[in-house]
DNA sequence: AAATCACATACGCTTGCGCTTATATACGCT
DNA sequence: AGCGTATATAAGCGCAAGCGTATGTGATTT
């Protein structure tokens, strides 16, 4: 069994963060995704893909024999979740940084 | 040489987010963030420590033998705008399930 | 039904991560 | 100076991630 990978390791692979970007623009089958990572087999992106459905990021569906996949809405929001409360840290330090510049 | 970790990476490992939970209440010496966790060692944390260090996510000053931790503010930021386009994603689909839920 | 296409899985390999133990460095105290 | 304290680095190891080659599976075509 592959080892239940969670959000944030899942997206931490630069090639699974391009397909993401892609599946952003539009939901496109496996074959236009392994197309658009020359580097990389078909069975390589076959496996980030199958890493991505399994932390819920993307989903598929058939079609014919082609698999379309495409971005699942609330995926990401766990790691945004995460981030909220660190995102007061920088917005503070900006307002601080513009009260001192107008200070100045 | 250690190889240039990026962020995704570095917040990817589950005991670094613990870190930087820690630091996010308040600066904190290395040795109490090595007491935080009780399950690894000193030299494991420091390395933590390194990383985060190194992809910018926290800074350290010296207080004589000590070293004093604290959250970069702008660190996460990258993640952050990373994400932005993303968010508009699970947005829209909550305003389309709201508007389905009030029509039906 | 046989061949082909689109995609997933199996297997074996290499490389890098995270860990521990051991050691170095630097400061503080007596 | 000598010793404990606080932290970082070095060395070595096990394990899992990511990769390619080979193969399986199901749909399509002829």
Same mark, same amino acid.
């Given at each position: 069994m592959?080892?239940?990978? &969670?959000?944030?390791?899942?997206?931490? +692979?630069p090639?699974?963060?391009?397909?993401?970007?892609?599946?952003?623009?539009? &939901?496109?089958t496996?074959?236009?995704l392994v &197309?658009? @990572?020359p580097?990389?087999?078909? #069975?390589?992106?076959?496996?980030?893909?199958r890493v @991505?459905r +399994?932390?819920?990021l993307? +989903?598929?569906?058939p079609?014919?024999q082609?698999?379309?996949?495409a971005?699942k #809405?609330?995926?990401?929001?766990r790691i945004d979740d995460w981030i909220? #409360?660190?995102?007061r840290?920088?917005? &503070?330090?900006l307002?601080?940084?513009h009260?001192?510049?107008?200070?100045?």
């Amino acid at each position: 069994m592959l080892s239940a990978v &969670d959000v944030f390791e899942a997206v931490a +692979e630069p090639n699974r963060r391009h397909l993401l970007g892609l599946l952003a623009e539009r &939901d496109r089958t496996a074959g236009e995704l392994v &197309d658009s @990572l020359p580097t990389l087999t078909q #069975p390589a992106v076959s496996r980030h893909l199958r890493v @991505l459905r +399994e932390v819920g990021l993307v +989903e598929v569906r058939p079609d014919g024999q082609r698999r379309i996949y495409a971005l699942k #809405p609330d995926g990401l929001q766990r790691i945004d979740d995460w981030i909220t #409360p660190y995102r007061r840290f920088w917005r &503070d330090h900006l307002a601080a940084l513009h009260q001192h510049l107008e200070n100045r």
